[in-house]
T-cell receptor
Framework: KQEVTQIPAALSVPEGENLVLNCSFT??????LQWFRQDPGKGLTSLLL?????REQTSGRLNASLDKSSGRSTLYIAASQPGDSATYLC???????????FGKGITLSVRP | EPEVTQTPSHQVTQMGQEVILRCVPI?????FYWYRQILGQKVEFLVS????????KSEIFDDQFSVERPDGSNFTLKIRSTKLEDSAMYFC????????????FGSGTRLTVV
């Protein structure tokens, strides 16, 4: 059974810092991996989608990498801003027709 | 950018009552899903729906739950007799094709059972 882990559960950094959020999964046979952002009490906003054949994806200040063999993905946020404060979730899809399995998320606080 | 729309945003109901959560997926999407998130816990899968039938459901999705696509645009989740433990944020999601495309999630319905 696929398990997705995100550690630490919470992170507080000063504005301007570059940071890395980690995601690990137990079964490396994934189809793709998606990073989401969730603001308190709100829905899930898709940030980046990485297919199993890809190593990384970039969108603006965000860069996500995928290492299937080690069961890891990282979300890199450059030059963090207070507006980046949110919970970041990663989710893996084991097969093309499979449900998403989520991690519990990392709650990021960027201090002005 | 196209959105998945969920209504209501918040619903309070008494234990034992029936509730219907509504979703309007993105118009050209073919695959529809319900997930839920109990406060402080992981987002967990409930059910997937394609071609007017359930394609997969989790062990959470018991006989108290049902889904329907009553017309070409709406996708609903019904809970027949709510329990306290059904209190959660319920998310609808859709995708065009499985696999190569990511999911688009709605903003959620917060269900509170009292």
């Amino acid at each position: 059974k696929q398990e997705v882990t995100q550690i630490p559960a919470a992170l507080s950094v000063p504005e301007g810092e570059n940071l890395v959020l980690n995601c690990s999964f137990t079964d490396s046979a994934i189809y793709n991996l998606q990073w989401f952002r969730q603001d308190p009490g709100k829905g899930l906003t898709s940030l980046l989608l990485i297919q199993s054949s890809q190593r990384e994806q970039t969108s603006g200040r965000l860069n996500a990498s995928l290492d299937k063999s080690s069961g890891r993905s990282t979300l890199y946020i450059a030059a963090s801003q207070p507006g980046d404060s949110a919970t970041y979730l990663c989710a893996v899809r084991p097969g093309a027709n499979s449900k998403l399995t989520f991690g519990k998320g990392i709650t990021l606080s960027v201090r002005p | 950018e196209p959105e998945v729309t969920q209504t209501p945003s918040h619903q309070v109901t008494q234990m034992g009552q029936e509730v219907i959560l509504r979703c309007v997926p993105i118009s050209n999407h073919l695959y529809f899903y319900w997930y839920r998130q109990i406060l402080g816990q992981k987002v967990e899968f409930l059910v997937s729906f394609y071609n007017n039938e359930i394609s997969e459901k989790s062990e959470i999705f018991d006989d108290q739950f049902s889904v329907e696509r009553p017309d070409g645009s709406n996708f609903t989740l019904k809970i027949r007799s709510t329990k306290l433990e059904d209190s959660a944020m319920y998310f609808c999601a859709s995708t065009m094709f499985v696999g190569a495309y990511g999911y688009t999630f709605g903003s959620g319905t917060r269900l509170t059972v009292v």
